[in-house]
């Protein structure tokens, strides 16, 4: 069974834009979660998406946005880039009725 | 919300010697009690997990305690290995597997010497 699975690996932007990550979870699994991971901050949760629609949030502002599609796959977005948000973007996908997270390798954002 | 903390924050122990890395929360519901390793350039990945109705378990050389009284659990890694040189998370939670969302530890980082 193929992982979850993160594009692009590595980005670079420039404050200001925005930005679009993709995420392709384990087959079979209606659940997607992303995190940011930080050196200062940690990880910490964005939100999670369950059968195309958000079921969880956590505390960042509304320029962190994201989509689920109906083949599970999910994309997360990032408007008005800030020096903030250099961060590793992580993706987990999760089975009904499991609570063990698989995650991606996730996507380096690095803004400038 | 839940308050995790994780200590210690880094942990240096010669190839062979055991480490423990214990976690602390807050939520009195929380029931479920993963440990998470991240290795450089991946994803974390889950190693082994509890539940509030047991108290130790055991796989191979790693271990995972829970005190639900002091509201901490703690994993144990013995005769470690260089391989076992990584960034461990705890991530209580309610488990009800229903949703994706974990609060993390800050993150232990273990250094195995050879």
């Known amino acids: 069974k193929a992982g979850v699975t993160q594009t692009p690996r590595y980005l670079i932007k420039t404050r200001g834009q925005q930005v679009t990550l993709s995420c392709s979870p384990i087959?079979?699994?209606?659940?997607v979660s992303w995190y940011q991971q930080t050196p200062g901050q940690g990880l910490q949760f964005l939100f999670e998406?369950?059968?195309?629609?958000?079921?969880n949030k956590g505390n960042f502002p509304g320029r962190f946005s994201g989509r689920q599609f109906s083949n599970s796959r999910s994309e997360m977005n990032v408007s008005t880039l800030e020096l903030g948000d250099s961060a590793l973007y992580l993706c987990?996908?999760?089975?009904?009725?499991?609570?063990?997270?698989?995650f991606g390798p996730g996507t380096r954002l690095t803004v400038t | 919300g839940e308050n995790v903390e994780q200590h210690p924050s880094t942990l240096s122990v010669q190839e062979g010697d055991s480490a423990v890395i214990k976690c602390t929360y807050s939520?009195?519901?929380?029931?479920?009690f993963p440990w998470y390793k991240q290795e450089l350039g991946k994803g974390p990945q889950l190693i082994i997990d509890?539940?509030?109705?047991?108290g130790e378990k055991k796989d191979q050389r790693i271990a995972v305690t829970l005190n639900k009284t002091a509201k901490h659990f703690s994993l144990h890694i013995t005769e470690t290995q260089p391989e076992d040189s990584a960034v461990y998370f705890c991530?209580?939670?309610?488990?009800?597997?229903?949703?994706?969302?974990?609060?993390f530890g800050q993150g232990t980082t273990l250094q195995v010497k050879p």
């Open positions: 987990a996908s999760g089975g009904q009725g499991s609570d063990e997270q698989y």
């Open positions: 509890i539940r509030s109705n047991v």
């Open positions: 087959s079979g699994h209606r659940s």
């Open positions: 939520d009195s519901a929380s029931n479920y």
């Open positions: 998406y369950f059968s195309e629609t958000q079921r």
């Open positions: 991530a209580p939670g309610h488990g009800s597997g229903n949703t994706g969302k974990l609060i």
